[in-house]
């Protein structure tokens, strides 16, 4: 049966122009103006430690990752689990994003809307895959807002396809740009080694495989300029990783940085057959990075 004590809450944020920033708008319109994110929310067993935001991976939604937030809550850490803009049951078109300012902006309108209800409490992003990217993204562009950073099997290479230009005739009339929709490539199958988390993936219909080019290359942006600066980054930093299709990668050295691999682990390791080993290194670095106050 479903935890009756996830609440979702609907964040009202600017819609954005073309370079990501927030555009004209005054009032809602599904189509224009604002778009409401979706982002569900878990409380903490008992007096919060703090606040966790698990950004979700191409094509996924954060209602993938309540088995990962009811752990966190019973280690007394209160959970966000949004859609970022085209995913899940956030509006917008399917797959697409104005670009990594977008992605920065309404990061930080989830993090405020944290603050408000925990002001002191520190705050930790966990990003899966594309997640991942943008989460490093906003640590860098950011810094001193988060209190600790887990990038979950970080795309090392970008999978995605490209949209089709036209042939024939209708390269006359039709042309790509940054809204057409091309694809991630992801199947359950590539995701887990679980079969029954593989099949979930597929039958889900929060989850898709679309991506318009302007979000390939915003992700090919935040790979190129972020995984090189981890080190960079001063707060508690863990990348995770698994077996899966996105590779390891080099890692730059940093006195906050600390690489954990989990031999055989897949991509999505917060579900299924893998979900016991995942969710426990990333409980365990928590509380050795961030124990509990008394």
Not at 15 to 21: A, L, M, V
Not at 98 to 114: N, Q, S, T, Y
Not at 162 to 187: M, N, R, W
Request: net charge negative; aromatic share 6%.
């Amino acid at each position: 049966m479903p935890n009756e004590d996830f609440f979702l809450t609907n964040l009202e944020l600017r819609e954005s122009n073309e370079q990501g920033d927030a555009a004209a708008g005054l009032s809602h319109d599904s189509m224009k103006g604002m778009t409401l994110l979706s982002v569900l929310e878990l409380a903490a067993r008992g007096v919060p430690r703090g606040a966790v935001t698990i950004i979700h991976d191409a094509g996924d939604a954060g209602d993938r990752y309540r088995d990962l937030a009811e752990a966190l809550a019973a280690d007394a850490w209160a959970v966000a689990l949004p859609d970022l803009r085209g995913h899940g049951r956030s509006e917008g078109e399917r797959g697409h994003s104005a670009g990594l300012r977008e992605v920065e902006r309404d990061l930080g309108e989830i993090l405020d809307h944290l603050a408000y209800r925990m002001p002191d409490a520190p705050k930790v992003l966990v990003g899966v895959g594309l997640g991942a990217l943008y989460a490093a993204h906003f640590a860098l562009a950011r810094p001193g807002i988060l209190a600790g950073l887990a990038l979950v099997n970080p795309l090392t290479s970008l999978p995605f396809k490209a949209p089709e230009k036209p042939k024939g005739l209708s390269k006359f009339f039709k042309k790509v740009t940054g809204e057409s929709i091309g694809s991630t490539g992801y199947t359950g199958a590539l995701l887990s080694n679980d079969a029954e988390v593989a099949s979930a993936w597929d039958a889900n219909p929060l989850t898709h495989d679309q991506i318009t080019l302007r979000a390939i290359e915003e992700a090919g942006r935040a790979l190129g300029d972020s995984m090189c600066r981890l080190g960079e980054l001063q707060c508690p930093t863990l990348v995770l990783r698994g077996d899966g299709f996105a590779g390891k990668g080099d890692i730059p050295a940093g006195e906050s940085l600390e690489v954990l691999d989990l031999e055989g682990a897949s991509h999505h390791l917060f579900q299924g057959s893998d979900a016991g080993r995942g969710n426990g290194a990333l409980a365990e670095w928590l509380n050795r990075v961030l124990p509990v106050q008394d």
